[in-house]
């Protein structure tokens, strides 16, 4: 456990001058997403939400701490076969980090360098313990015994090492964010040139229980596959915009983005990992700049006006792949390169110092976080990430809604009991929301006043609820005419639909 321990902690201080996604937590975590079948990485979203990548790192630890225990018993009998057994553990935890999609041959220093270290310290503690002891009458040894106060110190030194490697990992890799945190915390966000149109009086129904319009950064869900949130310091970071169809292709910096017209907008954002009722849809006043333009500007034409190319690869700096259509982004609609989230700069969660917002299409084809990089190319001579994982290439949202209020298994008095919610048919708008309970006949409930189509709404509807055990469920209609189905259907390959319902005992 000593040699684990310090076999992490060497490959932390490492990774801290490589760079911290580097480390063979990150990185064996990564491979492990990378390898995860849709159904149970949506296992993993639906039962720990925000906490599956804690989830996995603690299970990594755990699998180490097995494996440590198990080496170090090996190690007793045959030192040089325990030694080699970490040096093999090492291997797994350096491919692993230079075979990411960002990887470089760099990355597999921390995982080596800490296999090293803790096959040597392995070897030389189990030595300590197979060492007889001197003592005895007559000058004999007993060979059944070790010198334990040895052993304790070279123990201690070896776990006071590694605790002191850590910390200077740790402060090592501050030291290398503080550039970035530094860039964000003096970023003043320039004033839109296109403002968003004020929200209505009526957008929020300010009901108890019921999601508030907008959902405040530290609200916004986050699914990602990134282990180590990056952090990218906005002086240094650069987009390049290149690929079939692109007649001057373009290398931008954060300041290119600020000298340009900046646009200002209320989008409702949705993660294809949302289960019927589930939590990861939220919304946001964002600022940024048109994607279309910059598109624009580098030559590019959608399919329908000749361009060859129908799919944009955007490339994240952790090598994360989104595809986006280009018909899509070039059709009018607020597809923003966002530098603003809520009034103040993205945070590092959620994108900083760029990322992409497409109104109408899930996340995983559309929001790439910390983006460096856009090629224009085509779905049949390209699949990004998600789609070589089972999902589908393209993924406009789907008209949903949701109960907020009242929660599953409440117990509302009977009388008038509000029941309230959102609804989301983005870029389309939602037109109509309906709530019945028991199966009975459908209630038109109040909507609340549009912001935009882009955006999500609030709806509520008075109950006249009668003692007992309800079942109470919801549908939209979107503003083309469409009602969201009662089929159930789970998230693979492009987002779930079916109505939520809720179960209260009416007292």
Same mark, same amino acid.
């Given at each position: 456990?000593?040699?684990?321990?310090?076999? @992490?902690?060497? &490959?932390?201080?490492?990774?801290?001058?490589?760079?911290?996604?580097?480390?063979?937590?990150?990185?064996? $975590?990564?491979?492990?997403?990378?390898?995860?079948?849709?159904?149970?990485?949506?296992?993993?979203?639906?039962?720990?939400?925000?906490?599956?990548? @804690?989830?996995?790192?603690?299970?990594? @630890?755990?699998?180490?701490?097995?494996?440590?225990?198990?080496?170090?018993?090996?190690?007793?009998?045959?030192?040089?076969?325990?030694?080699?057994?970490?040096?093999?553990?090492?291997?797994?935890?350096?491919?692993? &980090?230079?075979?990411?999609?960002?990887?470089?041959?760099?990355?597999?220093?921390?995982?080596?360098?800490?296999?090293?270290?803790?096959?040597?310290?392995?070897?030389?503690?189990?030595?300590?313990?197979?060492?007889?002891?001197?003592?005895?009458?007559?000058?004999?040894?007993?060979?059944?015994?070790?010198?334990?106060?040895?052993?304790?110190?070279?123990?201690? &030194?070896?776990? &006071?090492?590694?605790?002191?490697?850590?910390?200077?990992?740790?402060?090592?890799?501050?030291?290398?964010?503080?550039?970035?945190?530094?860039?964000?915390?003096?970023?003043?966000?320039?004033?839109?040139?296109?403002?968003?149109?004020?929200?209505?009086?009526?957008?929020?129904?300010?009901?108890?229980?019921?999601?508030?319009?907008?959902?405040?950064?530290?609200?916004?869900?986050?699914?990602?596959?990134?282990?180590?949130?990056?952090?990218?310091?906005?002086?240094?970071?650069?987009?390049?915009?290149?690929?079939?169809?692109?007649?001057?292709?373009?290398?931008?910096?954060?300041?290119?983005?600020?000298?340009?017209?900046?646009?200002?907008?209320?989008?409702?954002?949705?993660?294809?990992?949302?289960?019927?009722?589930?939590?990861?849809?939220?919304?946001?006043?964002?600022?940024?700049?048109?994607?279309?333009?910059?598109?624009?500007?580098?030559?590019?034409?959608?399919?329908?006006?000749?361009?060859?190319?129908?799919?944009?690869?955007?490339?994240?700096?952790? $090598?994360?792949?989104?595809?986006?259509?280009?018909?899509?982004?070039?059709?009018?609609?607020?597809? @923003?390169?966002?530098?603003?989230?809520?009034?103040?700069?993205?945070?590092?969660?959620?994108?900083?110092?760029?990322?992409?917002?497409?109104?109408?299409?899930?996340?995983?084809?559309?929001?790439?976080?910390?983006?460096?990089?856009?090629?224009?190319?085509?779905?049949?001579?390209?699949?990004?990430? #998600?789609?070589?994982?089972?999902?589908?290439?393209?993924?406009?949202?789907?008209?949903?809604?949701?109960?907020?209020?009242?929660?599953?298994?409440?117990?509302?008095?009977?009388?008038?009991?509000?029941?309230?919610?959102?609804? #989301?048919?983005?870029?389309?708008?939602?037109?109509?929301?309906?709530?019945?309970?028991?199966?009975?006949?459908?209630?038109?409930?109040?909507?609340?006043?549009?912001?935009?189509?882009?955006?999500?709404?609030?709806?509520? #509807?008075?109950?006249?609820?009668?003692?007992?055990?309800?079942?109470?469920?919801?549908?939209?209609?979107?503003?083309?005419?469409?009602?969201?189905?009662?089929?159930?259907?789970?998230?693979?390959?492009?987002?779930?639909?079916?109505?939520?319902?809720?179960?209260?005992?009416?007292?």
């Amino acid at each position: 456990m000593i040699a684990g321990f310090c076999a @992490l902690a060497v &490959a932390e201080l490492v990774a801290a001058v490589v760079r911290p996604e580097a480390g063979p937590v990150a990185a064996v $975590g990564g491979a492990v997403i990378d390898r995860t079948p849709p159904a149970l990485k949506d296992f993993a979203v639906r039962n720990f939400g925000t906490n599956d990548k @804690l989830v996995l790192q603690l299970g990594i @630890l755990t699998l180490l701490a097995v494996f440590a225990m198990a080496v170090g018993v090996l190690a007793l009998r045959h030192r040089l076969l325990g030694s080699a057994a970490v040096l093999v553990f090492g291997v797994v935890g350096a491919v692993a &980090a230079a075979g990411r999609p960002e990887g470089h041959v760099s990355d597999a220093l921390p995982s080596a360098v800490g296999a090293v270290v803790a096959a040597g310290v392995l070897y030389l503690l189990a030595g300590l313990l197979a060492s007889p002891a001197s003592g005895g009458t007559g000058g004999e040894r007993d060979h059944g015994a070790f010198d334990r106060r040895r052993f304790v110190i070279v123990a201690s &030194a070896a776990a &006071a090492a590694s605790v002191g490697a850590g910390l200077l990992g740790r402060r090592l890799t501050s030291a290398v964010q503080a550039g970035a945190a530094a860039s964000r915390e003096d970023l003043v966000l320039p004033a839109p040139d296109a403002v968003a149109p004020p929200v209505p009086a009526g957008a929020d129904l300010r009901i108890r229980g019921l999601s508030s319009f907008v959902t405040p950064n530290k609200d916004f869900y986050r699914v990602d596959t990134a282990l180590v949130v990056p952090r990218v310091d906005a002086g240094e970071w650069r987009l390049r915009i290149h690929g079939k169809g692109v007649k001057r292709p373009l290398t931008l910096s954060f300041q290119d983005l600020l000298r340009r017209e900046i646009v200002e907008r209320d989008i409702t954002l949705t993660c294809v990992s949302n289960e019927v009722g589930g939590p990861y849809v939220g919304n946001a006043r964002w600022i940024g700049v048109r994607l279309a333009d910059l598109l624009r500007e580098a030559g590019v034409k959608p399919p329908s006006r000749g361009g060859p190319a129908d799919q944009i690869v955007a490339r994240s700096v952790d $090598g994360m792949t989104i595809g986006t259509p280009v018909e899509d982004v070039m059709d009018g609609r607020d597809a @923003l390169l966002a530098l603003g989230m809520n009034g103040e700069p993205l945070p590092f969660d959620h994108g900083f110092p760029v990322r992409m917002v497409v109104p109408g299409l899930y996340g995983y084809v559309s929001a790439c976080k910390w983006i460096k990089d856009i090629e224009l190319t085509t779905f049949d001579d390209y699949d990004a990430y #998600w789609v070589k994982r089972s999902w589908s290439r393209q993924a406009p949202i789907k008209t949903e809604s949701r109960i907020d209020t009242p929660r599953p298994f409440a117990s509302p008095r009977a009388g008038t009991v509000p029941v309230a919610g959102v609804a #989301w048919a983005q870029h389309r708008g939602v037109q109509r929301v309906e709530v019945r309970v028991d199966g009975g006949p459908w209630h038109t409930a109040r909507l609340a006043a549009e912001d935009s189509r882009d955006t999500w709404r609030q709806w509520m #509807w008075e109950w006249p609820a009668t003692s007992g055990s309800h079942t109470l469920e919801v549908r939209a209609t979107d503003r083309t005419g469409a009602t969201q189905t009662d089929q159930r259907v789970g998230t693979v390959p492009n987002g779930a639909t079916g109505w939520h319902s809720v179960v209260v005992d009416v007292s």
